[in-house]
């Protein structure tokens, strides 16, 4: 063999040896990225981790903090809030009454005719999206803002409906932040939730600035019930299902309200309601325990919220922020597991950028190369040619989340029906408890209300879960506040005129 042969059958074999040396650092590179993705997925499963025992201590917590809070004012990190809504829908209701329900990034306004036992006649509304400066303006902005698009609907109506000469129109105003409720029609802002930074509002009467801002509109309308949006939806429902004690809101944020016994609420000093009831607000978003299973995603997201330290319950089961948790943890990925390559994506950096339901479209894509996963990364993220192997990674990252997520709010629903005794049967005795549910999370994520309520019957056992009835009552929070306004209406007793 010449000089030249052997001279290029060595540099041939270094060339191979080469290309065999740089696939297996690409093997042993792939193999670190895989094991280190593998570990941060296991590790947020442990510190996810929801056993029952623990849902249950959950549960306890809850109850002892609601006892706190009906005990004195700043007992607990439960406000528990007297609502003044003592007379729940009867179905005799009568009239033609407007909702305005402001709780999130959209209002709504309704107008509902009530035709007493044959239920509710008609209704519209209309809804409107708030722009983003006004979420974190003045009070007057965004409730002129507000009282604008009232009276646009109102004028809408032509002469469809006459009131009687010197008669008001009248609206329940659902207002689903924590308010520190004065009458059944007026109450001052505790502080805002859900994306909201309006500071010169706190401290201040929220039916107030909504009638000085429907004046400046020239609309003639009273605010006859200030509600919750949680409150309006127990309403809704027990106008539906007299068996209707508990209200929950899994959406943008989270809530729940319930009837207790008045004489079960210590720090109420007014005349004892003729009914012997009072529905309770319990602001359940702010509620929080050593016993929650806090991670370094939780711990981090709140500490860049607007409102650090509160709401904490509300940040780890809600809409508004199962998706940035879900975000936070694939960045964890992509920066210390480069699980989408050597370079964070750019996108992935942005807060909120993955919202919720885009998260659940994901949890529920059962394509076989989860094509919808794919699409998602790509649409949003700007990440390309994702394997299947990496996008089973983000499905599982899905599922641990809002796993976590309708389990801790299931032991918030078992802590409720503890505080009220509902959670066993006795002597063979039943009584039949009917839940309602409303918003966004419960309505659209199906697994993630499918696991709440699996959930809740594991937690309680099958007798007692034949006891219990999940309900879900659209529009509860709208229609409900329309029902309040009408149980609460100046006119009861005279003839409507409609």
Not at 336 to 363: C, Q, Y
Not at 415 to 431: A, C, P, Q, S, Y
Request: net charge negative; hydrophobic share 40%; proline share 3%.
């Amino acid at each position: 063999m010449g000089k030249v042969a052997v001279g290029a059958a060595v540099i041939g074999g270094a060339a191979i040896c080469a290309a065999a040396a740089l696939i297996a650092r690409h093997h042993v590179r792939s193999s670190r990225r895989w094991a280190k993705t593998a570990e941060i997925l296991r590790e947020l499963e442990e510190k996810c981790a929801t056993p029952n025992a623990k849902l249950k201590q959950i549960a306890d917590a809850m109850t002892v903090e609601m006892h706190a809070g009906l005990a004195s004012e700043g007992g607990s990190k439960l406000k528990m809030l007297i609502s003044y809504v003592d007379n729940l829908p009867t179905g005799d209701e009568e009239g033609v009454y407007y909702a305005l329900d402001l709780g999130g990034t959209n209002f709504r306004v309704l107008r509902v005719q009530l035709a007493g036992n044959s239920g509710i006649k008609s209704q519209e509304f209309a809804e409107v999206s708030i722009p983003p400066q006004l979420m974190v303006g003045t009070s007057q902005a965004l409730f002129d803002y507000i009282a604008a698009e009232l009276a646009k609907f109102v004028a809408d109506e032509g002469d469809k409906y006459h009131l009687p000469p010197g008669r008001q129109r009248e609206l329940g105003f659902t207002f689903s932040f924590p308010v520190m409720q004065l009458s059944i029609d007026s109450g001052n802002l505790i502080r805002w939730t859900k994306g909201f930074s309006i500071h010169d509002m706190v401290g201040q009467d929220v039916v107030a600035e909504l009638t000085r801002a429907m004046k400046g509109q020239g609309l003639d309308m009273r605010v006859s019930a200030l509600v919750n949006d949680t409150v309006g939806t127990l309403a809704g429902g027990r106008y539906d299902d007299k068996d209707v004690v508990i209200a929950v809101i899994l959406g943008t944020g989270s809530n729940a309200a319930y009837v207790e016994r008045a004489q079960a609420i210590p720090k109420w000093h007014g005349p004892h309601p003729k009914s012997g009831e009072m529905v309770i607000n319990m602001e359940w978003g702010n509620f929080r325990s050593s016993q929650l299973p806090l991670t370094e995603y939780d711990i981090a997201l709140d500490a860049e919220s607007l409102n650090p330290s509160e709401q904490i319950f509300e940040k780890m089961i809600s809409g508004m922020y199962l998706g940035e948790l879900f975000r936070r943890v694939l960045y964890k990925m992509a920066d210390e597991a480069a699980l989408f390559g050597d370079i964070v994506p750019p996108n992935l950096k942005t807060p909120f950028i993955l919202r919720t339901p885009e998260m659940s479209a994901m949890h529920h894509d059962t394509s076989p190369d989860l094509q919808v996963v794919g699409n998602k990364m790509k649409d949003i993220l700007e990440i390309s040619n994702t394997s299947l192997k990496t996008r089973k990674v983000v499905g599982e990252v899905c599922n641990i989340i809002a796993t976590r997520g309708a389990r801790l709010a299931a032991s918030g629903i078992l802590g409720i029906l503890r505080k009220l005794g509902r959670d066993t049967v006795t002597n063979g005795e039943t009584t039949k408890t009917v839940i309602a549910m409303d918003g966004g999370l419960y309505e659209h994520y199906t697994k993630y209300s499918e696991c709440m309520e699996n959930t809740l019957h594991e937690l309680v056992g099958d007798k007692v879960s034949d006891t219990i009835k999940l309900v879900h009552s659209n529009d509860g929070s709208g229609i409900g506040a329309a029902l309040l306004a009408a149980s609460h209406s100046r006119y009861l007793g005279e003839v409507d005129g409609f």
